[in-house]
Structure formats: structure tokens, C-alpha cells
């Protein structure tokens, strides 16, 4: 069935092998070799979540060849390895739809590993200049605007909205268990809509961002540790800075894995936190508003509040959204979440301090 799906797309060579790549919570990913060595990444869609699969397809072509022809232009070595290239199918569209499911493919970019936390103080500094670059790469992409191929995404006011209705229901009849966790989470409900309302006034401009900015989707060069390339672009669309670098602090700057059970291992890194905000910075200083710097720190309680709010959501559902592989994954996850938020919480003062020296 995969090999049936994989002989639509224009691929050098015979295939060899297919398997299982990578841990994404939505779409599946698949790693095609094929006679020649030749290396393909194969993905299927969840269609469920992304509806308008020719505007998420449309949006990564533009921001790939966006992003190529600047590398391009700086005279960059190596562009294969810096930015995703698309597999057209043999009849040159983006993606190939199956009657089911819908198939994309990139290059596989070889000698490459991800990583789920910060480890070195040198991969901080990189890494926050890395998710600076990306969005300072694509400043100059907003005519027209990308597709807001989910709307709302990191809208936290919304994702509040879902959450409340989720709460009228209790379709999975799971509420009574986790009254602690919806309490936690409720009463820090006012003060999480504030960039969302600050974006609205006008006080903070939209920009191209990545949106899904975890530290496992940045690739490092195996061999050299040195940054090669952002992947995974499907949320790149217009939002506020504070998404990345709150995200990429979520998730780079926890000491424990995002579904970690023994929550005595979850903690923030407060010097990871301070050399990704150098790197950051050292790109970002040259783009942001002041605005947009302070809302930085915030950004880091902001996601990880909202997908603790999301995961939850999910449980409360009876788990319809993220993969799961046992019937408490996403409360362990939520559970991760506000355990780190409270971390933060701890050090919050200490954070917008940090951030402030940069004005
Ligand atoms: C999902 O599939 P993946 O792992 O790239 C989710 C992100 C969450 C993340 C949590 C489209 O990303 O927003 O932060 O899981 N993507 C979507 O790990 O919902
Ligand atoms: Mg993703």
C-alpha cells in the first residue's frame, strides 16, 4: 500500500525500503530509500485537523522557495541541507490524494538528528538564533498572506472557548478526576489572553512565524552539532514572535521529556532560558519593537499554559486530537505542562529581567 502511494511521486530509483520515521503527533511520517541511495520522506496528512491540505501545500512551497532564494542570494553552501525541498508527483502537483488520504513528500535531509531538549550552552545560542533567522527570512513574505490553514491556532482566548465548552459536556466522562488540573488551569485564564488582546490593539504587528517551534524541529548537522535546517512548516503562517520563542523555551528549556510521568524530572532550565534569548536577541534585536521584546518571557508561560490547556482538552474529549499510546498519555502530558509552568512561574521576574537588559 505505502510502496503503491510512494511510485506517484517523482523519486529517482527503485524503492527499496519504507519505514516508520520520526514522532510527530499529528501526521504519520514514513523514511523511503531507494536503489540509488537516494533518501525520500514520505508523509500523510492528517486531514482531519489540516481541511485545506492545497493551502498548507501552497504555503510550504512558498516559504521553502522563499527561504532558497535568499540562501541563494547570500551565496550559502550546502542549500540542500538548509531548507526542505518538496517531491513534486509525476504529474507535478504538491501533494497526491489517494481518495483517503493525502501524501506529501521532501528530500530527506541525511546526516541530520534532532534533539527534545537544549543540552549545551552553544546549542541554546544556536538555536535561538535559528528560529530568529527563520523569521527574519521571512519578514518580507506577507503579499498575499499565508494561508491560515488553522485558524486561530495559537488564539489562546479560543483555545479558552474550546476549553470552557469541553468543560460543559464531559463527552469522556473524565472531568471529576482531573478537577485540580481544570482549577490550576481556569484560574489563570485572564492573564493568558493578553497578547492575544495586545495583537488585536494593535501594539504587537503579525509576522510570518513557525508556530510549531519545538526544539525537535530543528535539524543539527550530525557531525559538526551546527544547525542545518527548521522543519516541520506546517503552522507558518502569520502570528506573533512570542509563539516561537515560547514554544522553543517549552520545550528546550524542559528537563524532562513532554510526557515524562515522574514529574520530580521536570523542571526549567533558567540558563538555557538565558543563552536562547542571547542567540534569539542577537538576530531579533536587529526586527522586534519593544513591544515585541517584552512579550518574549511571556511567550514561554503563554505556550506551555496553552497546550497544557490543549492536551487537556484532548483528554476531556476522549482523546480525538493527539496521538496517544495509553488512555492517560495526554493527562501525563498536561501534567508535564503545568508542572513547568509553575517553574516558570518561580522564576518569572527573573526572566523579564533578563529579557528587559535587551531594551
Ligand atoms: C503537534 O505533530 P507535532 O508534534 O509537530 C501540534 C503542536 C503541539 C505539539 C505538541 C498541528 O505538533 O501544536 O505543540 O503537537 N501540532 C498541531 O507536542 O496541532
Ligand atoms: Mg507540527
Known amino acids: 500500500m505505502l510502496y503503491s502511494i510512494v511510485t506517484n511521486f517523482a523519486i529517482s530509483g527503485e524503492i527499496q525500503d519504507i519505514k516508520p520515521f520520526g514522532k510527530g503527533l499529528i501526521n ?19 486531514h482531519a485537523i489540516f481541511t485545506d491540505v492545497a493551502g498548507l501545500s501552497q504555503n510550504i512551497e512558498r516559504v521553502t522557495n522563499h527561504i532558497r532564494s535568499k540562501l541563494v542570494a547570500n551565496k ?26 493525502y501524501w506529501r513528500m521532501f ?72 478537577q485540580h488540573e481544570i482549577n490550576f488551569l481556569l484560574e489563570r485564564k485572564d492573564e493568558m489572553k493578553q497578547i492575544v488582546e495586545q495583537g488585536k490593539k494593535g501594539e504587537l504587528p503579525l509576522r510570518v512565524v513557525h508556530q510549531d517551534a519545538k526544539l525537535n524541529n530543528i535539524l543539527f548537522d550530525k557531525q559538526t552539532n551546527e544547525i542545518l535546517c527548521v522543519i516541520d512548516l506546517d503552522t507558518t503562517m502569520p502570528g506573533y514572535v ?32 538565558q543563552n536562547f534569548a542571547k542567540g534569539y536577541m542577537s538576530v531579533a534585536k536587529h526586527f522586534l519593537t519593544n513591544n515585541e521584546i517584552q512579550s518574549l518571557a511571556f511567550g514561554a508561560k503563554l505556550l506551555t499554559y496553552e497546550q497544557a490547556v490543549r492536551f487537556l482538552n484532548d483528554y476531556l474529549q476522549g482523546d480525538t486530537y493527539y496521538k496517544t499510546e495509553y488512555p492517560e498519555h495526554n493527562l501525563v502530558r498536561t501534567r508535564t505542562q503545568i508542572k513547568l509552568l509553575q517553574k516558570m512561574e518561580l522564576r518569572y521576574q527573573e526572566m523579564q529581567d533578563f529579557i528587559f537588559s535587551f531594551i
Request: glycine content about 4%; proline content about 3%; some cysteine.
Open 242 to 273: 512570542c509563539y516561537d520563542f515560547g514554544d522553543a523555551m517549552r520545550t528546550g528549556a524542559c528537563t524532562a521529556k513532554e510526557d515524562e510521568m515522574d514529574l520530580s524530572k521536570v523542571d526549567f532550565d533558567f540558563e538555557v532560558f
Open 76 to 101: 550559502v553552501q550546502n542549500i540542500e541541507k538548509k531548507v526542505l525541498s518538496i517531491v513534486y508527483t509525476s504529474s507535478n502537483e504538491l501533494y497526491y490524494a489517494d481518495g483517503e488520504a
Open 28 to 46: 504519520s511520517s514514513f523514511l523511503v530509500t531507494t536503489s540509488n541511495s537516494s533518501k525520500y520522506l514520505l508523509q500523510k496528512i492528517n
Open 107 to 178: 528530500h530527506f535531509i541525511e546526516g541530520s538528528e534532532t534533539y527534545d531538549k537544549i543540552e549545551t550552552p552553544q546549542q541554546a545560542i544556536a538555536t535561538g538564533k535559528a528560529f530568529a533567522e527563520f523569521q527574519q527570512l521571512l519578514s518580507d513574505l506577507n503579499t498575499p498572506p499565508l494561508n491560515e490553514v488553522l485558524k486561530g491556532f495559537h488564539n489562546t482566548p479560543m483555545r479558552i472557548d474550546t476549553f470552557l465548552e469541553t468543560l460543559k459536556n464531559d463527552v469522556a466522562h473524565r472531568q471529576q478526576s482531573v
